[in-house]
C-alpha cells in the first residue's frame, strides 16, 4: 500500500465500538503498518508496559463470535488465527508508532488519529443534532397543546351528544 492509497483509504470503515471504546484489530493495523500481524503483536508484547487494558486489550471468544459474523474475520478452524485478535484504542495506536519506529508507522498514526477525530466531529454533531429535535418536539408540544387537550376533549366519552332512542318514546340514552 502507498503513502498516496493511505490517504484515500476510508479508515472510519476499519474502526469498531467493542466494550464501548472505538477501536481498530490488530490485523488491520498491521496491514497499514505493512507488516504482518505477528510482528506488530510481537512488538507489543515485548512493550507491554506501554499498553496498559485502556489502550490495548484482547477480544473475547464471544466478542469474536460477533465480530466474524459482522465482519468475516478467519475461523481458526479453517486455517486462520490461532489466538483472538489485539484490539487497539486512540491512544494504544499512538503508542504503537513509539514501539514500531517507521517512518510508516508515524505517517499512518497521523492519518488515524485524524480519522478518530473526525469520528468524533461526526459524533458530536448527531448529538447536537438529537437535542435541538428534542428542544423542537417540546416547543412543538408546547405550541399544539391547546389542539392536542381540544381532540382529546372531543374523544372522550362525557363530551359525546347524547343519541336519542330510535322508536317511539324520545327520550334520550344515557
Given at each position: 500500500?502507498?503513502?498516496?492509497?493511505?490517504l484515500?483509504?476510508?479508515?472510519?470503515?476499519?474502526?469498531?465500538?467493542?466494550?464501548?471504546?472505538?477501536?481498530?484489530?490488530?490485523?488491520?493495523?498491521?496491514?497499514?503498518?505493512?507488516?504482518?500481524?505477528?510482528?506488530?503483536?510481537?512488538?507489543?508484547?515485548?512493550?507491554?508496559?506501554?499498553?496498559?487494558?485502556?489502550?490495548?486489550?484482547?477480544?473475547?471468544?464471544?466478542?469474536?463470535?460477533?465480530?466474524?459474523?459482522?465482519?468475516?474475520?478467519?475461523?481458526?478452524?479453517?486455517?486462520?488465527r490461532?489466538?483472538?485478535?489485539?484490539?487497539?484504542?486512540?491512544?494504544?495506536?499512538?503508542?504503537?508508532?513509539?514501539?514500531?519506529?517507521?517512518?510508516?508507522?508515524?505517517?499512518?498514526?497521523?492519518e488515524?488519529?485524524?480519522?478518530?477525530?473526525?469520528?468524533?466531529?461526526?459524533?458530536?454533531?448527531?448529538?447536537?443534532?438529537?437535542?435541538?429535535?428534542?428542544e423542537?418536539?417540546?416547543?412543538?408540544?408546547?405550541?399544539?397543546?391547546?389542539?392536542?387537550?381540544?381532540i382529546?376533549?372531543?374523544?372522550?366519552?362525557?363530551?359525546?351528544?347524547?343519541?336519542?332512542?330510535?322508536?317511539?318514546?324520545g327520550?334520550?340514552?344515557?
Amino acid at each position: 500500500m502507498t503513502d498516496n492509497s493511505l490517504l484515500r483509504l476510508d479508515l472510519g470503515n476499519l474502526i469498531y465500538l467493542i466494550r464501548g471504546h472505538k477501536v481498530m484489530l490488530d490485523e488491520d493495523l498491521a496491514r497499514l503498518y505493512d507488516v504482518e500481524t505477528r510482528l506488530l503483536t510481537r512488538a507489543v508484547r515485548r512493550n507491554h508496559d506501554r499498553f496498559p487494558s485502556d489502550f490495548m486489550f484482547q477480544l473475547s471468544d464471544q466478542e469474536l463470535a460477533n465480530l466474524r459474523s459482522q465482519i468475516g474475520i478467519s475461523n481458526s478452524s479453517h486455517g486462520g488465527r490461532r489466538y483472538n485478535p489485539l484490539v487497539f484504542t486512540e491512544q494504544g495506536i499512538a503508542m504503537l508508532s513509539t514501539v514500531l519506529r517507521s517512518e510508516r508507522a508515524v505517517k499512518v498514526n497521523i492519518e488515524i488519529i485524524r480519522a478518530f477525530v473526525q469520528l468524533r466531529g461526526l459524533i458530536s454533531s448527531n448529538q447536537t443534532l438529537a437535542r435541538k429535535l428534542a428542544e423542537l418536539e417540546q416547543r412543538y408540544d408546547q405550541q399544539f397543546k391547546v389542539v392536542f387537550d381540544a381532540i382529546r376533549e372531543l374523544m372522550s366519552p362525557s363530551s359525546l351528544p347524547k343519541k336519542r332512542r330510535i322508536g317511539f318514546g324520545g327520550e334520550t340514552d344515557t
